[in-house]
């Protein structure tokens, strides 16, 4: 017999065993993670549990985005896996079942999925959506006013935390209260991606390649121009590709999001009008 476990990050045996899963799966491990202290309530894996084993897994994030000013509560579906032992047994379908019964009221689920899984997800109600990217070309000058922070230390990342919480810097659709899932980014393998601009008292989260830059997050104590913060990194920046949807779309390139093996299903009220607005889920919302 099987049990669907969930809400287990402290019991270091069943997490040891969900690492042990996401690590031969994905080559994930959460364990860093959960002992810096990010982990919290927001992301929640759904495990069937064999003899005291993880086997089968879906993550639910708590993902709440304000998209045109109104906050949506909406769940992400993530870290799917099941062990090739126990595979075509039904235990994916299983929690996912479970996960709608527990979560009847939330305004919309969405989750990425490679082309195997393509005909599965809509047995539940999903359906196939797009996301938009903007980009444009730039022609930045004069000394870079942005100093790069590496994130590797409590003190930095209190900084940011605090930057997250008292940020103004206004976008059509970002997350709401979920610090730990960017942190599952920036204090593991982008650390030498966070930087601050004291003039702007803006915090960035950007990867930069030669002359091209794509911005992930942008946090300011009070409203600021996305230009200025651009312009902030200084000459040499050709190209701006943004992680998220800018407020005033004037002067961006759209496009829509095509990623090989990787398809974006939706359901839900949410997502009504999300691809008709151009919108796109913030890339380091992506559990």
Known sequence: MYEIVKNYRANDALRRSF????????????ENWYQNGFWGDNYNPYSVVIDGQVVANVSVNRTDLVMD?????????GTVMTDERYRNRGYIRA???????DHPNADGVYLFANDSVVEFYPKFGFRKSHEYE???????????????IIMDSPENWALLTR??????FCDSCH????????????SQFMQDCAYYCKDLDAWVVAEREDDTMLIHNIFAKVPIELDDVISAFGAGINRVTLGFTPADTAGWTKKRIGQDDCTFFVKGRAFDDFEGKALRIPSLSHA
């Open 69 to 77: 000013g109104a906050r949506r509560q909406l769940l992400q579906l």
């Open 175 to 186: 997350m709401a209260d979920n610090p730990g899932l960017i942190f599952f980014y920036v």
């Open 95 to 101: 929690i996912m079942q479970q996960i709608d019964q």
């Open 19 to 30: 690492n042990s899963l996401a690590e031969k799966t994905f080559g994930l491990n959460f």
């Open 163 to 168: 930057a997250m919480e008292e940020n103004q």
């Open 134 to 148: 903007y980009s444009k070309a730039v022609c930045a000058a004069g000394e870079c006013r942005m100093e790069q």
